[in-house]
């Protein structure tokens, strides 16, 4: 908030001439997803990493603990990467709004879906995978997408 408010302030002092460069702009959306993801995702970001692979039916979203000791941010990452799979299988993907914005690139192909995509949960021993996989071209550009705006946003917290 203080970063808003301090932003929003010296905004008026600014030197209109000099246009903002995409890396503060990618850099100050990606500070706005996490802060906004902390309210979302029980794990520490900076503990842990997202991995959104792409595949020719789909593709594959892990999130591990950084530390494979981690038993904490394993549990953490585990619970809710179950509890997401669940709601996706019925189109809701209103965590993903709420983190990354209701035009997220994919999310309203993904939304409407309709049991479309088949969505997989598995843990794995230093944290969670989805995998999704359809048969519709349709869906899967969204499901890429979707991942490659993932990895935008995340920024240093996500991969390929």
Request: charged letters at 25%.
């Amino acid at each position: 908030m203080a970063v808003v408010a301090v932003a929003a302030l010296s905004g008026g002092c600014a030197d209109d001439s000099a246009p903002s460069t995409p890396t503060t702009t990618t850099s100050n959306r990606q500070a706005d997803v996490a802060e906004r993801g902390a309210s979302v995702m029980p794990f520490d970001l900076e503990r842990t990493t997202h991995r959104f692979t792409r595949t020719d039916t789909g593709g594959v979203q892990t999130v591990i603990a950084d530390d494979p000791r981690d038993s904490t941010q394993i549990t953490l990452v585990q619970q809710h990467l179950s509890a997401e799979v669940e709601r996706f299988r019925r189109g809701d993907f209103s965590d993903p709004a709420r983190i990354h914005g209701t035009e997220m690139p994919g999310l309203a192909t993904l939304r409407a879906h309709g049991g479309r995509i088949t969505i997989t949960y598995e843990a794995v021993p230093d944290g969670a995978r989805a995998t999704y996989a359809t048969d519709d071209a349709g869906l899967r550009d969204a499901l890429h997408h979707w991942f490659d705006a993932q990895v935008s946003d995340h920024g240093p917290h996500a991969t390929r």
